[in-house]
């Protein structure tokens, strides 16, 4: 895009509420650290309804899931958006076909990641998230097109995690007993699978989880979502 025609970022929010908050403060700041001047980025939100959209996720009607969001991209694009991303990891689940349907182009946050981990040599990675987003295969499927093995954890510890996540980090509220209890568990996982890095799989865990608390490269998938929009803005 030229200054005649900057690019204009359309945000799907809302699912949850803190990340988008998360995603609107990084864009900017990230934008304005790159381009060294006094412009902003021009950026829309659309904010859908989680408990919604989680809903038909749990009864899997990806039908609904897909026209929830295509009507939320639709809308970013009429208000005059020119690229658009979801700020949030499980309605990934439906990328494809989204993007099928997509009158402006999706950046979606699992590629995002998986080219990042490409460029890390990741070999064999952790996938933390919402129960949705571990029992679905999109993270899996995307990373396999790049000889990365995706180790999900068992069914016990995936409620665990997602207990850990709802309701209370998906508030913005981090219990330092759950944060412990979330660090000993992937500390373990890791150790037991062999895994040279661990995905943060939810934007809002984040708000808990650093690469300080790990001794392998930890993909904040939010942020790195962030990056690829900061870029697109910058024509990178």
Do not use: W
């Not at 939100?45 to 899931?65: A, E, F, P, Q, R």
């Not at 949030?88 to 699992?110: A, E, G, K, M, Y």
């Amino acid at each position: 895009m030229t200054q005649n025609n900057p690019v204009t970022i359309g945000i799907v929010g809302g699912i949850g509420p803190e990340s988008t908050v998360e995603y609107y403060k990084g864009i900017i700041n990230g934008y304005r650290s790159a381009s060294k001047d006094d412009n902003y980025p021009r950026i829309i939100i659309n904010s859908i309804n989680m408990t919604k959209m989680l809903s038909l996720i749990d009864n899997k009607d990806y039908s609904g899931v897909t026209d929830l969001l295509l009507r939320s991209i639709i809308s970013l694009k009429n208000a005059g958006a020119t690229v658009a991303a979801i700020a949030s990891n499980t309605p990934h689940v439906v990328f494809d076909r989204l993007q099928s349907h997509s009158p402006i182009p999706l950046i979606s946050i699992v590629e995002a990641t998986c080219n990042r981990a490409v460029q890390l040599q990741l070999k064999n990675v952790l996938l933390t998230g919402t129960r949705f987003t571990m029992q679905h295969s999109f993270y899996q499927e995307v990373f396999a097109q790049h000889g990365i093995n995706v180790i999900v954890p068992p069914a016990k510890e995936q409620e665990t995690i997602h207990n850990i996540i709802f309701p209370e980090l998906e508030d913005g509220i981090v219990i330092p007993e759950k944060k412990a209890e979330m660090i000993a568990l992937c500390n373990h996982l890791i150790e037991n699978e062999s895994c040279d890095g661990i995905i943060l799989g939810c934007t809002e865990l984040p708000l808990m989880l650093s690469s300080k608390d790990f001794r392998i490269p930890v993909l904040d998938t939010a942020q790195i979502h962030i990056q690829s929009l900061v870029e697109r803005l910058s024509d990178k």
